[in-house]
């Protein structure tokens, strides 16, 4: 017995470019539409752009080297990942110029570093604990190249970080006093205040981390390690931090594809979001037990659920919602029966959140219309670590 | 720049036999006690043996080749798989005699089923349409050799199956009577009962569920048509299916792990599990910015969060808990600050539901105490296609 499984990557290699070859993949299939990603590519560029500041798209999003480089060409000075096995993932695939937006602390993953920094010289990574100073120069001076630093500040949501304060300066001392790291700046990340539905509460919080770090910033100004980065804020965020004054830096991420969650922000507010939902899930009806329900094959396992079900956008009647059914099966009830769609047929999906969905999958299947232009792979899938 | 990211197979590969090397891996890190594992499946073995049925352990769970060939070894048929693109996996990996759980309806997939069939001999999948009957009659004809085809039986969950009935017995005739496909038997899986913590009512379930199929059966066996295989049952219903006298292959698969879900059935109903917890992911505090909180390496790209958060197991006190702190992070709460694990500690956390959570990792890194003595790929990870 010698059967050969096609690769994930591959299974779809033969439609690209067929008339009507979307509606072919094999599914569950991860979609995204060329046209809406370039425009909020495009979009987010110009935005920061106009402001003066730089743009770093966190690649934890997409995970995605090819869609990286689109980044990059379209102007930004890098990307972002949140772990060092991400990074890894990328800087084979071609970047050069990464952040690692979370503490790199376990001995293994600072030999790792190491490496990595010999390797690319635009590897930059946060310290928010003086403890991990000695070990981050350890790496550093292994590697043979200075490597890059950013003090990570707390901006209240206590995931990561230092509060801003004396002992923030003097850790931002620390790092500029060693002789194998370079102080570049400061990070701070307000996660918390990303998803806030009411558009004035969502502008005070993000005014008040404004502040917060303009005066971390200030004080570091005073000491003599005026910070020449200072990194942070997200999509939803994205009306106030590139204008406030603060940041020289933006590290937002799911803009590039709008998941159900980000689209409802603005939504709740009554406004029209800035960015394009570009990103589905495609799938297919097995079963339809019920005048009023089908099942398809992606469930669980095919969408991240922490926040909630996906959103129908194609293939079912108005009255249709997707429900899990369990691992493998998503369910399709609709209130009207003439609204649910049959065995065979095929159903595009809102993501209720993009980055954990994205981590699920092998490749990216990049579409215009109705046909497959190109599979991108999503080389730091599973890169968590 | 030639940077080479270590694959994720690859990464921990110098820990394999090495004192203590479990506390070295890389994280966030899935890891089985071997122990524990061997003795769930010679526990589940034992119990089908004694009941005179077949196993046919679910490999959506573990998704593992390496796996699959212990629980083989042990005296299970084969396996099952929920996708197609699963089994095309496992087979790859040597697994001969696998049952798809669910409908197989796509053009593109019924081309693919075709191919598995042609290269192993013991693959069988199930029906639940009769218009599907002549895409895999097709599908057989192209393979060169008889398609094995049960008959799928909703047993009132609404997923996949048809209702038992005259349409369920004229669809397995029509089976019978295709030149290309063998009618085997008949499937009923009841998944809406397995997590049923009140252990009265589920096993009051789970026998309706039983004279529901045996019904099926005799009626099925009066026309002439008698089931050569009845397949079933989960981890839930372990202590009512095997000796139902209906089932004459069980289909479970959680038992191998038991994650916290199903730890809680047995819990909630006062009662001892018959299997142990065997899986468990390995995280790292990476930030700890207040005395009762700390950060770790494993959040929800590390955990389905479909059944609430993980249990911690190992290396936090006992008023510590486990929250989802993002994406990318776990926060551990600790009621006494002395409980809090420091930066660098490793932590070990039961899994709230094993089976979306395997799916997330290439990797199964297996251990005997504190050594890790191998790690198996999971091959099926990610091909829910």
């Known amino acids: 017995m010698s059967f050969r499984a096609t690769p994930a990557l591959a299974l779809n290699q033969r439609l690209i470019g067929l008339p009507g070859g979307r509606a072919s993949l094999a599914t569950p299939a991860l979609v995204v539409e060329l046209d809406a990603l370039k425009r909020n590519i495009a979009a987010m560029a110009l935005l920061c752009a106009e402001a003066g500041i730089a743009l770093r798209p966190h690649a934890k999003t997409h995970k995605c080297a090819t869609l990286a480089k689109l980044q990059i060409a379209a102007g930004a000075v890098g990307v972002c990942c949140a772990k060092l096995g991400e990074a890894e993932a990328l800087a084979e695939a071609g970047i050069g110029e990464i952040l690692i937006t979370a503490p790199v602390v376990a001995p293994q993953a600072l030999a790792r570093l190491a490496a990595l920094n010999a390797a690319i010289g635009g590897l ?5 604990n003086p403890a991990l100073v000695a070990r981050l120069s350890e790496a550093a001076r292994a590697s043979g190249r200075p490597l890059k630093v950013l003090v990570d500040l707390d901006p209240g949501l206590h995931r990561t970080g230092i509060r801003p304060g004396e002992d923030a300066y003097a850790l931002a001392a620390r790092v500029a006093a060693d002789p194998h790291l370079a102080f570049e700046g400061v990070q701070s990340y307000a996660g918390q205040i990303m998803h806030i539905g009411d558009a004035a509460e969502r502008a005070a919080k993000a005014e008040a981390v404004t502040r917060l770090v303009a005066g971390a910033r200030d004080e570091l100004t005073r000491r003599n390690l005026p910070p020449r980065i200072v990194t942070g804020g997200g999509t939803g965020t994205v009306a106030i931090d590139p204008g406030g004054g603060v940041f020289t830096e933006l590290q937002a991420g799911s803009y590039v594809f709008m998941d159900r969650e980000y689209n409802e922000v603005w939504e709740k507010g009554g406004e029209r979001a800035p960015f394009e939902t570009s990103l589905f899930v495609q799938t297919t009806v097995i079963s339809a037990a019920l005048p ?3 099942t398809t094959d992606a469930g669980l396992k095919s969408f991240a659920c922490d926040a909630g079900p996906p959103r129908l ?8 919602s997707y429900f899990f059914f369990g691992d493998e099966q998503g369910g399709v009830l609709c209130e009207k029966p003439e609204d649910r769609p049959q065995v065979g047929d095929v159903l595009s999906c809102v993501v209720p959140h993009c980055d954990p969905t994205v981590n699920l999958y092998d490749a990216l299947h990049v579409v215009e219309g ?4 190109a599979i991108w792979p999503i080389e730091a899938r599973g890169r968590g670590f």
Not at 124 to 128: E, G, H, K, L, S
Not at 370 to 373: A, N
Request: no cysteine.
């Open 370 to 373: 109705d046909t497959l232009v």
């Open 292 to 294: 009023q329900l089908a």
């Open 124 to 128: 930059m990574v946060v310290v928010d």
């Open 313 to 320: 956008a194609r293939g079912a009647g108005p009255s249709a």
